[in-house]
Every structure is written in structure tokens, then in C-alpha cells.
């Protein structure tokens, strides 16, 4: 399978953000974020792949600053890793307001998405081609995520299971803000 440099699928959105993207307290919504960086997922991973692709999770979503109604909002995307059937997009999210020109970054944040044929099994997707130290490091970077999701799931999925026998559940809660009333 022939592989693709970053650049075949490097992608930008820019957006401005309209009145009706607003939340209560006059801010742009997340939700309207999360959508926009999931078609630009989508448009990176389907580009890389030549391949229909689904979204299966999300990783370090966090809003850093709000998003004002007026900015124009860029999201950047990029592959920043493939394993067999799945890819990772990273995306960069700037906010400009355009009266001052002043930039700022509101969130990075990496989906992680799978290829599908056109007889909807999951598919297998060409080699990343790694052409400078960037690649490289978000390369690595996407593989310890990944290294350390999967500790994490089977971590989880041991201590649920053992859950009921477990002792130390009033030492583990004596410093949170919840009180046992069973
Ligand atoms: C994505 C989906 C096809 C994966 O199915 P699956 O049976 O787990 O597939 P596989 O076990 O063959 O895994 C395929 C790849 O997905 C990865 N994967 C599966 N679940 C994952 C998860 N929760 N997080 C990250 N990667 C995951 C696997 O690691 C594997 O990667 P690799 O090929 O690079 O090694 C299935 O979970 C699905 O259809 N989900 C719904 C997707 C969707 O509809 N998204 C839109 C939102 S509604």
C-alpha cells in the first residue's frame, strides 16, 4: 500500500462565528466546536485513507478560552499517525478577532478515526510518511496516547470487575466531597 506525506491531507476550516452559534452566556458554544473539528477530522482522515471514515473517540478536549461571537475561528488539521485501520487527526483551534488582528489558540485536540470500505468492514489505511522532526514527534506523541488509553481501559475494566470486594473505597473517599450514606 503506497503510503501519503502529512501535506496530502493537511486541511484548513475557517469559520465566522455567527449570532445563533451563541450559548446563554453569549459565548460560542463547544458544542458548535466539537462539530466543526469533527468535519475536519473527517476531511483529513477520508483524505489520507481514500476511504469513507467514522469517528471512534476524542482525546484532550478542553476549551482553554472562550470563543466570541464576531471572531473568525481557523481549525488546522493534520494525520498525525495510522495504525492498521485507524488514524489519528490532531487539530489546532485560533480564534482572530478581526477589529484588533489579535490571534489566540483555544484548543488542540486529537480524534481518532477508522476507514471504512464501501461494504462497510473497516479498512485498512497506507503508511504515514514522516518528512520532517514535526511528523515525527506527533508520531511518537499519538503513539504513547495511544499506549497509554489502552493501559488506562484495561486498568478500568480490571477495577470495575473487582469492584465489590474492593476495602479501600473509604480511605479513597476520605478526602473527596461526598459523604457515605449507605
Ligand atoms: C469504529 C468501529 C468500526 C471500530 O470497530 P472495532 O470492531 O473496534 O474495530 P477493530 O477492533 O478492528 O479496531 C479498528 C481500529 O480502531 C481502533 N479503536 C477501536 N476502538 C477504539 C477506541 N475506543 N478508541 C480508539 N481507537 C479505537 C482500534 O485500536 C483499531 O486500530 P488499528 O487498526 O489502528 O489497530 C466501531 O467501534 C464503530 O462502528 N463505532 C461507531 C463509529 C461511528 O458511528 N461514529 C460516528 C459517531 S455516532
Do not use: W
Not at 68 to 87: F, P
Not at 163 to 179: I, K, N, P, Q, W
Amino acid at each position: 500500500m503506497e503510503g501519503h506525506p502529512v501535506a496530502f491531507s493537511r486541511s484548513v476550516i475557517t469559520e465566522l462565528m455567527v449570532p445563533s452559534y451563541a450559548n446563554f452566556g453569549g459565548k460560542v458554544h463547544g458544542g458548535t466546536l466539537m462539530s466543526l473539528m469533527d468535519k475536519l477530522a473527517y476531511v483529513c482522515a477520508s483524505k489520507h485513507a481514500g476511504n469513507y471514515c467514522v469517528t471512534v473517540s476524542v482525546d484532550n478536549v478542553q476549551f482553554l478560552r472562550p470563543v466570541e461571537v464576531g471572531e473568525v475561528v481557523s481549525l488546522m488539521g493534520s494525520v498525525n499517525y495510522v495504525g492498521t485501520k485507524s488514524l489519528v487527526v490532531g487539530i489546532k483551534v485560533m480564534a482572530e478577532n478581526l477589529q484588533n488582528g489579535v490571534s489566540k489558540h483555544t484548543n488542540t485536540c486529537y480524534f481518532t478515526m477508522v476507514a471504512k470500505s464501501a461494504d462497510g468492514s473497516t479498512a485498512h489505511v497506507p503508511p504515514l510518511i514522516l518528512e520532517c522532526e514535526d511528523d515525527v514527534r506527533r508520531f511518537c506523541s499519538a503513539l504513547q496516547r495511544r499506549r497509554i488509553r489502552e493501559e488506562g481501559v484495561a486498568f478500568m475494566t480490571e477495577y470495575k470487575a473487582a469492584f465489590t470486594d474492593h476495602h479501600d473505597v473509604a480511605d479513597l473517599l476520605s478526602t473527596e466531597r461526598c459523604l457515605l450514606a449507605l
